[in-house]
């Protein structure tokens, strides 16, 4: 496939087919229309190539108008999490050096800005005022992008959601981003008669380029919903006719749990990615709704996407095989390529692989190397090609010099009958060095038996491994896509 640049996307569907087909009913030709005048309006204001330019919105087709408008203009986007406060929202504007921040409604944050010495003048463009003003206004045409700016030109930074301390910016560029999405949708066709369910974030990776670009790059159809409630989603998936649904697993977890056999009966594709799904939930979803939710892998340096399991054959716990075009392989300490069946370290190489985190020269030199992305994550590789997480590489727990891995004990717990979620985190023990420590969410009504469920531990995995305690908590801690935060765990630790 020639590459194109992002913004090209929104030129392959037809013109009079449906580009959003939820609440909102856009065509491609109005969504082409609509980002032409927010071009234009966003160039009279001042955006030019190569200014890292904020985007602090909500999913809405306003998102998309703004981000393709932006980068149409050369300029870079960075999408960041509604959920962030001032504080964390000034932090991203100063270290990506903005002087323009898109905005749903305009922030208090020039004064926290001005306490961390940030003296460059940042205009904030609010949707609301300017979509008001485009009706009644017709701006210039903005120039054409520069003949000399190509595909490998930076199209967004994806700040990481800061798991293991600061955030810090991914720099993905239009080839990236294209790359990604024309892999994915060779290894899960789409076309234009589908239409895709964005719930999850569009300011995270995971969405935007498999729910978004993927979408637009078949001339599908997007239905976009602001936020996942059970209800709504079932809803709007039953009235909209969604055929694809991309979801985190404790959104699988709980319409495994409330809706009923027939209510996604119209669904091709479950897709599930940001977090390790959990074989008991993706067993029960599949037992409610006779279908598999087809498990991916991804992160933001990614693009993000890296593997997918072929929907014509999933594995339960694996995150399937490398996308077209890429190298993936497990790596030892040394970098040397280990057999199958053993554990090492994910690492990646392509197209997709970022080029660089923005200004953190020594950070990027220990994530690239020869041009292999290190993923940080522990993996091995089956006979037939398929990748299994095992966990974290920060995650990993050693105990009297024995490798525990985590997510081998969250599995166990999450298939006992009454825990609903569960994470293990490793903590200090004077004699070995570290322990684990889990902490579990039961189901409604249940009570917990640390003696049987320590009994149930013993018969399935090695004594070394078994928790020394457990902790019952109403929730767990996550991110907005669903991510557990084993650092919120660990801080409460202390």
């Given at each position: ?49 190569g ?10 087709v ?13 300029a ?27 905005t ?63 955030p810090k ?47 637009l ?25 969604v ?5 985190v ?35 029960q ?9 087809i ?21 339960y716990?694996?995150?399937?095989k ?28 392509g ?90 969410v039961l ?6 038996n ?13 004594a ?31």
């Open positions: 496939m020639q590459l194109l640049f992002v913004h090209d996307l929104i030129l392959k569907g037809k013109i009079d087919s449906p580009a959003f087909a939820g609440k909102d009913k856009v065509s491609y030709g109005e969504l082409q229309e609509e980002v032409r005048k927010y071009r234009n309006y966003f160039y009279t204001s001042g955006i030019r190539a200014e890292n330019v904020g985007l602090f919105s909500k999913n809405s306003e998102f998309v108008y703004c981000y393709m408008a932006i980068v149409s203009l050369g870079v986007v960075i999408p960041i999490n509604f959920q962030l406060t001032v504080r964390e929202i000034a932090f991203i504007v100063k270290d990506a050096m903005m002087s323009h921040l898109i749903m409604e305009g922030l208090m944050i020039d004064p926290v800005l001005s306490q961390h010495g940030y003296t460059q003048k940042v205009t904030q463009l609010v949707i609301p005022d300017f979509k008001l003003v485009l009706k009644q206004e017709v701006f210039s045409a903005a120039p054409a992008l520069a003949a000399d700016f190509d595909e490998n030109q930076p199209c967004v930074i994806i700040y990481t959601s800061g798991t293991t301390g600061s910016g991914a720099v993905l560029t239009h080839k990236n981003l294209v790359s990604d999405a024309a892999a994915f949708g060779e290894m899960l066709p789409l076309t234009a008669t589908d239409n895709v369910l964005c719930v999850l974030p569009m300011y995270h990776c995971f969405s935007w380029t498999c729910a978004v670009l993927v979408s790059l078949c001339g599908a159809s997007i239905t976009i919903l602001e936020a996942f409630a059970p209800k709504e989603t079932i809803a709007a998936i039953k009235d909209y006719k055929t694809v649904v991309y979801a697993p404790p959104m699988y977890n709980v319409l495994a749990r409330v809706g009923q056999s027939q209510d996604l009966a119209g669904v091709k594709y479950f897709i599930s990615g940001g977090a390790s799904l959990p074989e008991k939930v993706a067993q979803f599949a037992d409610k709704y006779g279908q598999k939710i498990e991916g892998y991804g992160l933001s340096e990614a693009s993000p996407v890296v593997a997918l399991n072929p929907a014509a054959k999933p594995k716990c694996s995150i399937g490398a996308l077209p075009g890429l190298e993936v392989r497990v790596a030892d300490s040394s970098g040397q390529t280990l057999p199958p069946g053993m554990v090492g370290e994910l690492v990646v190489r197209p997709i692989v970022m080029k660089e985190y923005f200004n953190l020269p020594a950070d990027t030199a220990n994530a690239l190397k020869d041009g292999w992305l290190y993923t940080g994550d522990l993996a091995y590789q089956d006979s037939e090609g398929y990748f299994f997480i095992v966990d974290r590489l920060k995650d990993l727990i050693i105990s009297n010099g024995e490798n525990i891995y985590p997510r081998e004990i969250e599995e166990l717990l999450y298939a006992y009958p009454s825990i609903i979620e569960a994470s293990v985190i490793g903590i200090d023990d004077e004699l070995r060095g570290q322990v684990a420590r889990a902490y579990i189901a409604e009504g249940q009570s917990f640390k003696k049987a469920v320590r009994e149930y531990l013993q018969a399935n995995i090695a070394y491994k078994i928790p020394r305690d457990f902790h019952v908590v109403e929730a767990l801690p996550k991110n907005p896509t669903g991510k557990i935060l084993k650092r919120v765990l660990r801080e409460q630790v202390g």
